[in-house]
């Protein structure tokens, strides 16, 4: 089973930027179309962004222009670019596959707060 660890969240001021990590156990994650999902509090669970193993890129309107996803298969991690934050973006940040791939064990996720 592959385990997925997110990292990088934190409080920023709106306008301001984080990137996000997400760490895979094992190299088999780099066949799998990779996603980055938010869930505020009251909310269902949404895609953000997602990226295939050859590099095609999905983002929901909500982030397009501001984040980007990008992924390094040699380290078994993909990223999240956030820039121009808005408190709107304020949840907790999951990675795991997409695509219609069968999702691993959810990770603990990494808050991610914009406020001032």
């Known amino acids: 089973q592959v385990q997925l660890v997110e990292s990088g969240g934190g409080l920023v001021q709106p306008g301001g930027s984080l990137r996000l990590s997400c760490a895979a156990s094992?190299?088999?994650?780099?066949?799998?179309?990779m996603g980055w999902y938010r869930q505020a509090p009251g909310k269902q669970r949404e895609l953000v962004a997602d990226?295939?193993?050859?590099?095609?890129?999905y983002y929901a309107d909500s982030v397009k222009g501001r984040f980007t996803i990008s992924r390094d298969n040699a380290k078994n991690t993909v990223y999240l670019q956030m820039n121009s934050l808005k408190p709107e973006d304020t949840a907790v940040y999951y990675c795991?596959?997409?695509?219609?791939?069968?999702?691993?064990?959810w990770g603990q996720g990494t808050q991610v707060t914009v406020s001032s």
């Open positions: 094992r190299s088999i994650f780099s066949i799998y179309a």
């Open positions: 990226i295939t193993s050859m590099g095609s890129i």
């Open positions: 795991n596959t997409a695509r219609g791939v069968r999702p691993f064990v």
